[in-house]
């Protein structure tokens, strides 16, 4: 059986809360907007949605919750990572008896395994969950690096489908596509260098940017997918500016200002996370003008 090409932008959705709890209602809002502003998949409790600091129901609430309301309309990959295997086999049961379509594991951080650590890790993973894995290789967060050669021999695994790149290593996804094969998912985990990760033969992005301007990403990955490349620069410019404002302070803080500044959840964080400065809400506005957000 062939596995899954996820494509396109799949929104990082953020966790709205309310009052320190988890805002239902906001969050079935926002998975209803990126739907209608014509995202191509989903992807609940991964670093963006604050994970971190959910507890185990309320991440399980959340993928449930996301699943329920996208309604087959487009995958789900619901966040699953642990730097415990067994924590993330049981994170990946749970996405796989909710109905999602596929999980997004991070490489397990602060334990720093070995490439064989990691290949077991994710081996057992596949050996115990009959769903698609998209890994999450996160280097600046987890403080290890998984290789194009183990990830090569992980593209072998009946579950294994693929791959979130957040390393920036644009010459890298050349390699690893030719090294991983066909049918091999490559999604890049950096909105601002999501252009030439498409041009090195990328699939797409894991989102952040997608939260606050679904319409425009996914226009930009519909040209970038069809080869359209000069539509495709003219959106990398009008949202490289928003790509880095977004980040200009903790995230998500600066996504949820923006969304709050739009009306759609509470810019509320979890400790240690804080609301944004005024220097990054100041980035932030500008940058939504820019981009004609609001």
């Known amino acids: 059986m062939p596995k899954p090409l996820f494509r396109g932008v799949l929104p990082a959705l953020v966790t709205p809360f309310r009052d320190a709890a988890f805002d239902e209602p906001a969050f079935v809002r926002l998975v209803e907007r990126q739907i209608a502003g014509g995202v191509h998949g989903l992807v609940p409790v991964g670093t963006t949605g604050e994970t971190a600091t959910l507890s185990h129901d309320e991440h399980r609430r959340?993928?449930?919750?996301?699943?329920?309301?996208?309604?087959?309309?487009?995958p789900v990959v619901a966040g699953a990572g642990s730097n415990s295997t067994e924590e993330a086999i049981e994170l990946v049961r749970h996405a796989k008896v909710v109905g999602a379509d596929a999980a997004l594991v991070v490489t397990p951080y602060y334990n720093r395994p070995s490439q064989e650590g990691l290949y077991a890790h994710y081996r057992a993973i596949n050996d115990a969950v009959e769903l698609p894995v998209i890994i999450y290789n996160v280097p600046s967060r987890t403080s290890i690096d998984i290789s194009n050669d183990t990830l090569a021999r992980l593209a072998k695994l009946p579950n294994m489908a693929g791959v979130k790149d957040a390393t920036g290593d644009l010459p890298r996804a050349s390699l690893q596509r030719l090294?991983?094969?066909?049918?091999?998912?490559m999604l890049s985990g950096n909105d601002d260098t999501a252009l030439g990760y498409m041009a090195h033969g990328g699939h797409g992005c894991i989102s952040v940017t997608a939260n606050v301007a679904p319409e425009l990403c996914a226009a930009f990955?519909?040209?970038?997918?069809?080869?359209?490349?000069?539509?495709?620069?003219a959106g990398q410019d009008r949202l490289i500016r928003l790509h880095k404002a977004l980040f200009s302070d903790a995230s998500p803080s600066p996504t949820k200002f923006a969304l709050a500044q739009l009306g759609l959840c509470s810019e509320e964080a979890r400790l240690p996370i804080v609301?944004?400065?005024?220097?990054?809400?100041?980035?932030?506005l500008a940058a939504m003008r820019d981009a004609g957000v609001i």
């Open 179 to 185: 090294m991983c094969g066909e049918g091999w998912v």
């Open 221 to 233: 990955y519909n040209d970038a997918l069809s080869g359209k490349w000069q539509g495709a620069l």
């Open 62 to 74: 959340v993928v449930e919750l996301c699943v329920k309301t996208a309604a087959g309309r487009v």
């Open 275 to 284: 609301p944004c400065s005024e220097a990054a809400r100041a980035e932030v």
